[in-house]
């Protein structure tokens, strides 16, 4: 009973953060579109370089952002209140210091960099460096507040966090709107209503988790273990996330350095199909994370391999029926979106590959959390972040000996299959998961499916330069890979759940047999 209530929990979850993607995506391309109208180009242009400035922190709050997640899912699992308690309050310690050494860096190397190495205008260098003391406000705002968003998620509570989320985002389109009407320097002006908008939809988490959650209250404590504990594991997460993005930023240095720019805009285009595609997923996982954390912590390993390996199918499929309409239509959905003249072979080619290379990643996020779960991430990172550094490496050896430029992705996919055997041996340590019986139930069932789908698609699909056309062709490729997957992909036993589960939501039942009662004599 308390497996199935969780399982609704998730699919809920699920739905919530969805819709939230969508809301905010639609927002947020609406409002970088009217930002850039005001502004115009060179202050628009200004706004990013310094928010690039402090870019490189977004990837140790990222590592900090999943600890907070694990060690206060991890103690909510284990219903130890007054241990949630003491880890809260250390987290706000961890990043009230994070704050303070990030804000010191910062003062002393941000203005610096901005007089003498950046290409600003004179005329705008006093708006710049105004917009980066901002920018400094703003970055403290988010960081301080990861235990409370942390908190949010740890509970489940994912219809509060969508609902701060849209928030946020309306409150910076309302921001934006105030520019037409605001006479003071409008660049200065979005970057401080910006920050205005953080502060009041991060109040918003701080007052609910004080109010409804239990044990998000602060009390001043320092435990020594406790924070060598956490600066261990978020060391550890670091490493891997710093692993990822020097591939990525390398493999932009050598494309560069062999190609030149043309083809490094093919490779920023499909890293925005990349984005776009992989938040489907994440969203999933951002559902499913606190409960494999959770039934861990509590002893129910059991529950948990179930978790993994449905999550593992489920958001493959899911993926599956995202990226393969996509790959076969890629063409047309890029001339669409950026206009039949800037659309070039590399851009159609780099964006098909990095779809593929979604595909392949996607068996790694149930992994990866469920070694989070463990709390000891060591020879995990040490031997999935050596792999992955190979590419390097590997792909400039390619590239010295004339390979062309696409071959930097393949090269990538190749790497992340091959360190998915490393993977699926630590998960096997770790949940007593039969390595054969792995890839029997999640690697091979994707597999064939994703071979037939790709092959029915091949042969379905039709080129078109219509935007009706498209849209038609699109949902049907994706009803064709949705009918495969239900037909290939899923047992005798979920096949029949589906269908009682969409025939209930739609109100469909047999009709009732009436019986009439006998008569009385």
């Given at each position: 009973?308390?497996?199935l209530?969780?399982?609704?929990?998730?699919?809920?979850?699920?739905?919530?953060?969805?819709?939230?993607?969508?809301v905010i995506t639609?927002v947020?391309?609406?409002t970088?579109?009217?930002t850039l109208q005001?502004?115009?180009v060179?202050?628009?242009?200004?706004?990013?370089?310094i928010?690039g400035?402090?870019a490189?922190?977004?990837i140790i709050?990222?590592?900090?952002?999943?600890?907070?997640q694990?060690f206060l899912a991890f103690?909510l699992?284990?219903n130890?209140?007054?241990r949630?308690?003491?880890?809260f309050?250390?987290l706000?310690?961890?990043?009230l210091l994070?704050t303070?050494?990030?804000?010191?860096?910062?003062?002393?190397?941000?203005?610096?960099?901005?007089?003498?190495f950046?290409?600003?205008p004179?005329?705008r260098?006093?708006?710049?460096q105004c917009i980066?003391?901002?920018t400094?406000?703003?970055?403290?705002?988010s960081?301080?507040?990861?235990p409370?968003?942390?908190?949010?998620?740890?509970?489940?509570?994912?219809?509060i966090?969508?609902f701060?989320s849209?928030?946020?985002?309306?409150?910076k389109?309302?921001a934006?709107?105030?520019?037409y009407?605001i006479?003071?320097d409008?660049?200065?002006?979005?970057?401080?209503l910006?920050a205005?908008?953080?502060?009041l939809s991060?109040l918003?988490?701080?007052i609910f988790?004080?109010?409804?959650?239990?044990?998000?209250?602060?009390?001043?404590?320092?435990?020594k273990?406790?924070i060598?504990y956490?600066l261990s594991?978020?060391g550890w997460?670091?490493f891997?996330t710093?692993?990822?993005?020097m591939n990525?930023q390398g493999?932009?240095i050598?494309?560069?350095?062999?190609?030149g720019?043309?083809i490094?805009?093919a490779k920023a285009i499909?890293?925005n199909?990349h984005?776009?595609?992989?938040?489907f997923?994440s969203n999933?996982f951002?559902?499913?994370?606190?409960?494999?954390v959770?039934?861990?912590a509590n002893g129910k390993?059991?529950?948990?391999?179930q978790l993994?390996?449905?999550?593992?199918?489920?958001s493959?499929?899911?993926?599956?029926?995202?990226?393969?309409?996509l790959?076969?239509?890629m063409?047309h959905?890029?001339q669409?979106?950026?206009?039949t003249?800037?659309?070039?072979p590399?851009m159609v080619?780099?964006?098909q590959?990095?779809?593929?290379?979604c595909i392949?990643?996607t068996?790694?996020?149930?992994i990866?959390?469920?070694?989070r779960?463990?709390?000891?991430?060591k020879?995990y990172?040490?031997?999935?972040g050596?792999?992955t550094?190979?590419f390097?490496p590997?792909c400039y050896?390619?590239f010295?000996?004339?390979a062309p430029?696409i071959?930097s992705m393949?090269i990538?996919?190749?790497?992340?299959v091959?360190?998915?055997f490393f993977?699926?041996?630590?998960l096997?340590?770790?949940l007593?998961?039969?390595?054969k019986?792995?890839?029997?139930d999640?690697?091979?069932p994707v597999?064939?499916?994703s071979?037939?789908?790709s092959?029915?698609?091949y042969?379905?699909h039709f080129?078109?330069?219509s935007?009706?056309?498209?849209f038609l062709s699109?949902?049907i490729?994706v009803?064709?890979a949705?009918?495969?997957i239900?037909l290939l992909?899923t047992?005798c036993?979920?096949?029949?759940?589906i269908l009682t589960?969409?025939?209930?939501r739609?109100?469909i039942s047999?009709?009732?047999?009436?019986?009439?009662?006998?008569?009385a004599?």
């Amino acid at each position: 009973m308390e497996e199935l209530q969780n399982n609704k929990r998730i699919a809920r979850n699920s739905l919530i953060l969805y819709f939230r993607m969508i809301v905010i995506t639609i927002v947020s391309i609406y409002t970088t579109r009217i930002t850039l109208q005001i502004l115009g180009v060179e202050d628009f242009g200004i706004r990013n370089v310094i928010a690039g400035l402090l870019a490189f922190m977004g990837i140790i709050t990222t590592a900090m952002v999943n600890a907070a997640q694990r060690f206060l899912a991890f103690e909510l699992g284990k219903n130890d209140l007054y241990r949630y308690r003491q880890i809260f309050s250390m987290l706000i310690n961890l990043f009230l210091l994070t704050t303070i050494i990030g804000i010191l860096l910062f003062e002393i190397i941000g203005p610096y960099v901005i007089s003498h190495f950046l290409t600003i205008p004179l005329e705008r260098l006093s708006a710049a460096q105004c917009i980066f003391q901002l920018t400094i406000i703003d970055f403290a705002i988010s960081t301080l507040v990861i235990p409370y968003t942390s908190a949010v998620i740890a509970y489940e509570k994912m219809d509060i966090f969508a609902f701060v989320s849209l928030l946020d985002a309306c409150l910076k389109l309302a921001a934006v709107f105030l520019l037409y009407i605001i006479p003071f320097d409008k660049l200065i002006a979005i970057v401080f209503l910006t920050a205005i908008a953080h502060l009041l939809s991060n109040l918003t988490y701080v007052i609910f988790c004080r109010l409804k959650l239990e044990g998000c209250r602060y009390k001043l404590c320092w435990d020594k273990p406790t924070i060598k504990y956490q600066l261990s594991f978020i060391g550890w997460n670091l490493f891997g996330t710093t692993t990822s993005i020097m591939n990525v930023q390398g493999q932009a240095i050598l494309l560069n350095i062999f190609f030149g720019p043309t083809i490094n805009t093919a490779k920023a285009i499909s890293d925005n199909v990349h984005t776009v595609v992989i938040s489907f997923v994440s969203n999933f996982f951002m559902a499913v994370n606190p409960q494999i954390v959770k039934t861990y912590a509590n002893g129910k390993k059991s529950h948990t391999k179930q978790l993994v390996l449905n999550s593992s199918r489920y958001s493959l499929y899911l993926i599956l029926i995202l990226t393969l309409p996509l790959i076969f239509n890629m063409q047309h959905v890029l001339q669409l979106w950026l206009g039949t003249e800037q659309v070039t072979p590399e851009m159609v080619l780099f964006s098909q590959w990095t779809l593929i290379l979604c595909i392949a990643h996607t068996f790694e996020y149930p992994i990866t959390q469920t070694v989070r779960a463990t709390g000891d991430l060591k020879k995990y990172q040490i031997g999935t972040g050596l792999q992955t550094l190979l590419f390097i490496p590997v792909c400039y050896i390619g590239f010295k000996i004339g390979a062309p430029p696409i071959t930097s992705m393949i090269i990538l996919t190749a790497i992340s299959v091959s360190v998915l055997f490393f993977r699926v041996w630590i998960l096997s340590q770790i949940l007593d998961i039969p390595i054969k019986s792995y890839y029997k139930d999640i690697v091979w069932p994707v597999t064939y499916s994703s071979a037939i789908c790709s092959l029915t698609l091949y042969f379905t699909h039709f080129e078109t330069t219509s935007f009706y056309i498209l849209f038609l062709s699109l949902t049907i490729d994706v009803a064709v890979a949705i009918a495969i997957i239900f037909l290939l992909g899923t047992s005798c036993s979920e096949r029949k759940w589906i269908l009682t589960f969409i025939s209930k939501r739609l109100k469909i039942s047999h009709p009732r047999q009436t019986t009439s009662k006998p008569q009385a004599q």
